[in-house]
Each structure stands twice: as structure tokens, then as C-alpha cells.
């Protein structure tokens, strides 16, 4: 049964209007596993909020909090109101927070038992009778990938006859291959791969979503978009946080599969992929796939890793990696990682990517930075080759959203001198809107049944290989950490890695 979706908000703006509403999903309960995490607080329900502001939820609609933190409905209100606030996109408005928190449940549970899953199938029941959710429950899994496997096994088990079932699986997604493996094989014993959402939040942002529009919805680019054209592609994800807390966590993680094994092949392979024949979930996963397994391997001397040391970010002192709180004063965990990549295939043989992602770094950015060939002749009498920069389309995921065009314009006056001019598309001056979170588009996404911007079995697996042929040779040696300054650019390393091919990082 669909229902109508109210689209005031959207038509307030008047650059917003002529934009398509998509079909209202299906009534539901939402179950999150891990309701007492952080994600939950800041991330999960802050979404939620939002698309409840947007009247996007269906008007039949519950939300079931799980986690073994003994907590009543009330207080887990009061938890989830907090964090609405303090890390909400949107105003606080008491009505549309009122509509939520009358169809919010909390159920205190340990995984492994049985008992605490028909509690929750009594509370889903409740809210069936209550709210007209008919049996539809899309189940959250915010838990570590240790819990997945009994969740998945007492949902599999207790699962409604009467509406459909879903999964959405977070990150980490296994820690290598084999128990990625073993991850999608527990899934796939319970479930339909149809009915698995594994989550990698960069899917949706709206500027990585961006560059498929930009690629596949303009003429221009394609024909210039590969090895004849492209002379390399840059791709940045750093952040001037640290590890905030979660030491446990990153401590076994690293920044290789916390965000290169993840959200940074993700957008490697939106960046490389062939036009999908259409949008559905499978064309444009197919498309990925493929650059994912036509990626080469890197050599050792081809990845570099690092981990910060004390500096100054954003003109505040902060600690060494070793020195935060939980850390192993000796760790060798890094914290940044920078490789050399090739997709081999016919559009992009022997067109380097170069990717880099770290933490404390001088400040947070994620751009897809594709630099062009230089112009082949300066035909001006007072240029030299020397003074004609490359041509750079920056696609800039966060901040300063946007799409930004680099060329050469002659500066005004007498003689021929040139200057790197930027034409920008910037989103706030274009559509004069927020940007919705993630979170808000995965989510719904997935009340829709829409599994286009989830990750796929094939794509985790080819992933995980990549990042275990790393992994095995950082083994054979101990780096000599920490190789970087907090509030810098990374190691020295880093910088090598591009000048021995003639080339540099992008500043900023
Ligand atoms: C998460 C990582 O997946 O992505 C974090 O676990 C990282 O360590 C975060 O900070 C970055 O996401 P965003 O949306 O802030 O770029």
C-alpha cells in the first residue's frame, strides 16, 4: 500500500520546484540493533528526524531501539531528542519530534538470546496493531560484525509472514576477505541478497551521487574521460578530526579498512566505471564491479602509510595517535594511507590514481580531482611549456560542495601572461538548499527497496582482496611511526610517491 507524500516542503523553494517526488514507501518498523551507539545518536536518528520534518517517513511508521544498555522508552526518548538537537540538520520543531517519539520503543537485550527477539516480535506486533506497520520491518544492524551473525540468524528465524524484510548491514563489513566471506555467506543463508543493505555512507552523499549526474547526464565529459584525455586522477578524503573516542575500534581498524577499503574504492570506482545501461541497483553495480576487479594490485613501493605524531590543528595542540586515550603507546596502527592505483582495462591503462586518506590532517576535504593532459603547445610568444598548467575538474564532495573547473585565462594588460583561473558550481548558491545527510537518502533508499546505492556482496569480496594484498606486505616490516605531524599533509612519503612520477598533491 503507498501512500501520498505531502511536498510542501520542497516546493517553499522556488529552484527546488519541478522536482520529482518519488513514491512514499511502504508502512514499517524500523529495528536498530546497536541503539545505544553513537551512530545511533548522531547519525541514525538525526536522519530520521529530518525525513519526518519532510513528511518522507510513511504516516504508519515505528522505530524499536535495541541494545543491551537497560534503558526505559522514556529515557531513550530524552537520549534520541538530545542528539536530534545537538546534531540535526534542521531546526528543532516539538510537533514533528511529538509524531516521532509517540512511535519510538526501546527493548533492552542480549543478542545471543532468544528471549530478548520475542520481546522484540511482541513490541513489532504492538506496533503492528498501533501504528499499521503490517508486518514490513526493515532491522538496522549497528552492531560490531561479531554480533552480525547470531542478529541475523534470531531475525532470519522470527521473521514476519506478513510484509517484507529487510537488512541494513553497517561498516566494518569483516576485517579481510575470508571473514568478509563468511559474513555474506551467514546473510545469504538467511536472507535474499535482494534483502541486504550493506551500508558505505558516502553512497549517499549527494555530491559523490553527483558525479554519476555530472559524468552521465552531460555530453562533454565522457569523451574526454579516460586515458587519452585524463592524465591522472587525485582523490583525497582527509579529515582534521582524530580518532574521537574510538580507540578500540581503530586500533584493530586502521585507516586502511576504515575508509580506504570502503568509502575510497567507492569512489575510485564511480570515478572509472563504464555508463551503466540504465539506474537500477544492478546495472550500476555491475559497472563497479568491474573497475574493482580490473584494479592491479599495488607493489609495496606504490602504498604508503602513516600515523600522526603531536602538532597543531586548526591552531589547537592535539596528541600523537600513541597518545590518545586507549591507544597502545607503541601501536603501529596507521592512520593514513596513501597508494598508487591502476585500473586496468581498455579506457584507463596506465592512468594512475592516486589516492590518500588520513586523520589530523591540515583540514577536512574529499575531492575527486581529474587532471587533464597539458595543452600540447604554448602557440604565445612569451609562454613557455613550464607555464601552462593542466586543466583539473575537481568534483568537491565536503565541504564547499561542489563542482569546480581549472584553465588558464590571459590576465589582463599588456603581454601574454597567464593565470589558473576556476570556474566553480557551487550546490548552496545553485539550489539555495540544505543538503541532506546520508543517512536520510540510505535510509529511505531502503524503505523503498532500493538497492542502488548499497554495496553488493561481489564488491565488498573484491574490496577486501585489494586491501589484504596490503595489508600481508605491511606484515613483513615495522614502519618507523609516527611519520607525520598532526595539522600537516601526511608523511614525506606521500609526497615521494607522486614525485618520482613527476608529479605533486594537489594544495589547497
Ligand atoms: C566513517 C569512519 O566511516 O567515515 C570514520 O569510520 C570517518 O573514521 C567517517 O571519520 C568520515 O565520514 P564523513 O562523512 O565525515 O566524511
Same mark, same amino acid.
Given at each position: 500500500m503507498t501512500e501520498t507524500v505531502q511536498p510542501e516542503l520542497q516546493h517553499e523553494n522556488p529552484l527546488m520546484e519541478g522536482l520529482k517526488l518519488r513514491r512514499a514507501p511502504d508502512p514499517c518498523a524500523l529495528v536498530i540493533f546497536g541503539a545505544s551507539g553513537d551512530l545511533t545518536k548522531r547519525k541514525l536518528f538525526p536522519a530520521l528526524y529530518s525525513l519526518a520534518l519532510r513528511k518522507l517517513l510513511p504516516s504508519r511508521f515505528g522505530v524499536v531501539g535495541a541494545a543491551r544498555t537497560e534503558e526505559t522508552d522514556d529515557d531513550f526518548r530524552e537520549r534520541m531528542k538530545a542528539g536530534v538537537q545537538e546534531f540535526g540538520r534542521d531546526p528543532f520543531n516539538q510537533e514533528t519530534w511529538d509524531w516521532l517519539a509517540e512511535r519510538m520503543r526501546y527493548v533492552a537485550l542480549d543478542f545471543a538470546d532468544e528471549t530478548g527477539q520475542l520481546e522484540i516480535v511482541k513490541v513489532l506486533n504492538e506496533l503492528d496493531d498501533k501504528q499499521g506497520t503490517s508486518g514490513n520491518r526493515l532491522y538496522y544492524l549497528a552492531v560490531p560484525p561479531s554480533a552480525i551473525a547470531t542478529i541475523v540468524k534470531e531475525v532470519g528465524e522470527h521473521r514476519s509472514t506478513d510484509g517484507w524484510t529487510r537488512l541494513i548491514v553497517e561498516k566494518p563489513f569483516g576485517r579481510d576477505l575470508e571473514s568478509a566471506k563468511a559474513l %555474506?555467506?551467514?546473510? =545469504?543463508?538467511?536472507f535474499n541478497e535482494s534483502e541486504i543493505f550493506r551500508i558505505d555512507? *558516502? =553512497?549517499?552523499?549527494?555530491?559523490?551521487? %553527483? !558525479? !554519476? +549526474?555530472?559524468? $552521465? +547526464?552531460?555530453?562533454?565529459?565522457? &569523451?574526454?574521460?579516460n586515458r587519452q584525455f585524463v592524465d591522472h586522477v587525485q582523490i583525497t578524503v582527509a579529515e582534521s578530526i582524530g580518532i574521537e573516542g574510538r580507540a578500540a575500534f581503530y586500533e584493530q581498524a586502521g585507516a586502511i579498512r576504515d575508509v580506504f577499503q570502503n568509502h575510497m574504492l567507492q569512489l575510485v570506482a564511480l570515478t572509472a566505471m563504464e555508463p551503466p545501461i540504465d539506474f537500477t541497483a544492478d546495472s550500476v553495480r555491475n559497472e563497479k564491479v568491474k573497475v574493482l576487479r580490473a584494479m592491479h594490485t599495488p607493489g609495496p613501493k606504490h602504498v604508503v602509510r602513516g600515523q600522526y605524531g603531536r602538532g597543531y590543528v586548526e591552531g589547537e595542540e592535539v596528541p600523537a *595517535?600513541?597518545?590518545? &586515550?586507549?591507544?597502545d603507546p607503541n601501536s603501529l596502527t596507521e592512520t593514513y594511507v596513501s597508494a598508487k592505483l591502476y585500473v586496468d582495462n581498455w579506457r584507463w591503462a596506465d592512468t594512475p590514481f592516486y589516492v590518500r586518506a588520513g586523520k589530523r590532517l591540515a583540514r577536512r576535504e574529499t575531492t575527486i580531482a581529474i587532471e587533464f593532459k597539458r595543452a600540447p603547445h604554448p602557440p604565445f610568444e612569451d609562454v613557455g611549456e613550464g607555464d601552462l598548467q593542466p586543466n583539473?575538474?575537481?568534483?568537491?564532495?565536503? &565541504?564547499?560542495?561542489?563542482?569546480?573547473?581549472? $584553465? +588558464?585565462a590571459k590576465v589582463p594588460g599588456q603581454g601574454l601572461t597567464l593565470r589558473t583561473v576556476h570556474m566553480d558550481f557551487l550546490y548552496g548558491g545553485a539550489f539555495r538548499t540544505g543538503i541532506p545527510e546520508a543517512y536520510e537518502r540510505l535510509i529511505l533508499d531502503c524503505l523503498l527497496g532500493d538497492a542502488t546505492l548499497f554495496t553488493r556482496a561481489d564488491e565488498v569480496e573484491e574490496q577486501w582482496? !585489494?586491501?589484504?594484498?596490503?595489508? +600481508? $606486505?605491511?606484515?613483513r616490516d615495522r614502519p618507523a611511526f609516527p611519520n607525520y605531524e598532526a595539522g600537516t599533509w601526511g608523511p614525506s612519503g606521500a609526497d615521494d610517491l607522486m614525485r618520482r612520477d613527476g608529479r605533486a598533491w594537489r594544495r589547497h
Amino acid at each position: 500500500m503507498t501512500e501520498t507524500v505531502q511536498p510542501e516542503l520542497q516546493h517553499e523553494n522556488p529552484l527546488m520546484e519541478g522536482l520529482k517526488l518519488r513514491r512514499a514507501p511502504d508502512p514499517c518498523a524500523l529495528v536498530i540493533f546497536g541503539a545505544s551507539g553513537d551512530l545511533t545518536k548522531r547519525k541514525l536518528f538525526p536522519a530520521l528526524y529530518s525525513l519526518a520534518l519532510r513528511k518522507l517517513l510513511p504516516s504508519r511508521f515505528g522505530v524499536v531501539g535495541a541494545a543491551r544498555t537497560e534503558e526505559t522508552d522514556d529515557d531513550f526518548r530524552e537520549r534520541m531528542k538530545a542528539g536530534v538537537q545537538e546534531f540535526g540538520r534542521d531546526p528543532f520543531n516539538q510537533e514533528t519530534w511529538d509524531w516521532l517519539a509517540e512511535r519510538m520503543r526501546y527493548v533492552a537485550l542480549d543478542f545471543a538470546d532468544e528471549t530478548g527477539q520475542l520481546e522484540i516480535v511482541k513490541v513489532l506486533n504492538e506496533l503492528d496493531d498501533k501504528q499499521g506497520t503490517s508486518g514490513n520491518r526493515l532491522y538496522y544492524l549497528a552492531v560490531p560484525p561479531s554480533a552480525i551473525a547470531t542478529i541475523v540468524k534470531e531475525v532470519g528465524e522470527h521473521r514476519s509472514t506478513d510484509g517484507w524484510t529487510r537488512l541494513i548491514v553497517e561498516k566494518p563489513f569483516g576485517r579481510d576477505l575470508e571473514s568478509a566471506k563468511a559474513l %555474506n555467506a551467514e546473510l =545469504l543463508e538467511n536472507f535474499n541478497e535482494s534483502e541486504i543493505f550493506r551500508i558505505d555512507h *558516502y =553512497l549517499g552523499k549527494e555530491t559523490v551521487q %553527483n !558525479l !554519476l +549526474a555530472l559524468r $552521465f +547526464a552531460n555530453g562533454i565529459f565522457e &569523451p574526454i574521460w579516460n586515458r587519452q584525455f585524463v592524465d591522472h586522477v587525485q582523490i583525497t578524503v582527509a579529515e582534521s578530526i582524530g580518532i574521537e573516542g574510538r580507540a578500540a575500534f581503530y586500533e584493530q581498524a586502521g585507516a586502511i579498512r576504515d575508509v580506504f577499503q570502503n568509502h575510497m574504492l567507492q569512489l575510485v570506482a564511480l570515478t572509472a566505471m563504464e555508463p551503466p545501461i540504465d539506474f537500477t541497483a544492478d546495472s550500476v553495480r555491475n559497472e563497479k564491479v568491474k573497475v574493482l576487479r580490473a584494479m592491479h594490485t599495488p607493489g609495496p613501493k606504490h602504498v604508503v602509510r602513516g600515523q600522526y605524531g603531536r602538532g597543531y590543528v586548526e591552531g589547537e595542540e592535539v596528541p600523537a *595517535y600513541r597518545e590518545e &586515550p586507549g591507544v597502545d603507546p607503541n601501536s603501529l596502527t596507521e592512520t593514513y594511507v596513501s597508494a598508487k592505483l591502476y585500473v586496468d582495462n581498455w579506457r584507463w591503462a596506465d592512468t594512475p590514481f592516486y589516492v590518500r586518506a588520513g586523520k589530523r590532517l591540515a583540514r577536512r576535504e574529499t575531492t575527486i580531482a581529474i587532471e587533464f593532459k597539458r595543452a600540447p603547445h604554448p602557440p604565445f610568444e612569451d609562454v613557455g611549456e613550464g607555464d601552462l598548467q593542466p586543466n583539473v575538474l575537481v568534483c568537491h564532495i565536503q &565541504p564547499d560542495e561542489g563542482v569546480s573547473l581549472e $584553465f +588558464a585565462a590571459k590576465v589582463p594588460g599588456q603581454g601574454l601572461t597567464l593565470r589558473t583561473v576556476h570556474m566553480d558550481f557551487l550546490y548552496g548558491g545553485a539550489f539555495r538548499t540544505g543538503i541532506p545527510e546520508a543517512y536520510e537518502r540510505l535510509i529511505l533508499d531502503c524503505l523503498l527497496g532500493d538497492a542502488t546505492l548499497f554495496t553488493r556482496a561481489d564488491e565488498v569480496e573484491e574490496q577486501w582482496s !585489494l586491501v589484504d594484498t596490503i595489508v +600481508a $606486505f605491511w606484515k613483513r616490516d615495522r614502519p618507523a611511526f609516527p611519520n607525520y605531524e598532526a595539522g600537516t599533509w601526511g608523511p614525506s612519503g606521500a609526497d615521494d610517491l607522486m614525485r618520482r612520477d613527476g608529479r605533486a598533491w594537489r594544495r589547497h
